[in-house]
């Protein structure tokens, strides 16, 4: 199902430096507060609710890892696409953005619709929401599939019971932009 089309961030958009503008813990922001993966264009995309992932530093970079099930709809979207958007929202309409988007497949609803958020485009390209409060844009450098033969601790395959194991992405964060109200 094609999405609703995005338009251009409202001024409330500003770029910020996730080295100091981006707070709170991180394993508290992806585990608990949660985001949303977007990959696409103004007008061919799709995002879908993530509660793993990480941000660092490698090769001498600032970036994320995002990781994405075969079976995602989103899967496709962040392949075929050089950028990718985790996106952060706040309390006051997170819960049912993330039921939507991580419930329902894009493939049979426009997601963006039935949430309420308007998509928007970064200059760069990446998609995002203009409800949301911050948003980080990565340009993917490397990406893989998760080898259960590697896997080290034999509980971690028993997340995995339909063996379908996750592709990570890592990005370069480009920019990272939060709303100011």
Request: charged share 25%; proline share 4%.
């Amino acid at each position: 199902m094609k999405q609703k089309p995005a338009v251009s961030p409202s001024p409330a958009w500003r770029e910020a430096a996730i080295e100091v503008d981006f707070e709170g813990g991180i394993i508290r922001r992806i585990s608990r507060d949660w985001a949303l993966i977007a990959a696409g264009d103004g007008g061919d995309y799709n995002a879908m609710t993530a509660s793993w992932g990480a941000l660092g530093y490698l090769w001498e970079r600032p970036i994320a890892i995002c990781f994405v099930r075969p079976q995602r709809f989103t899967r496709g979207f962040t392949d075929a696409n050089d950028l990718f958007s985790i996106t952060f929202f706040g309390a006051d309409v997170k819960a049912k953005v993330h039921k939507i988007f991580g419930g329902e497949s894009g493939r049979d609803i426009d997601k963006a619709s039935k949430a309420e958020v308007t998509p928007i485009v970064f200059k760069e390209g990446a998609i995002g929401f203009e409800e949301a409060a911050e948003t980080i844009v990565c340009k993917k450098i490397y990406f893989d599939d998760f080898n259960p033969a590697n896997f080290l601790d034999s509980a971690i395959e028993k997340l995995y019971p339909q063996q379908d194991y996750h592709r990570f992405y890592i990005g370069q964060i480009v920019k990272f932009y939060q709303k100011k109200e």
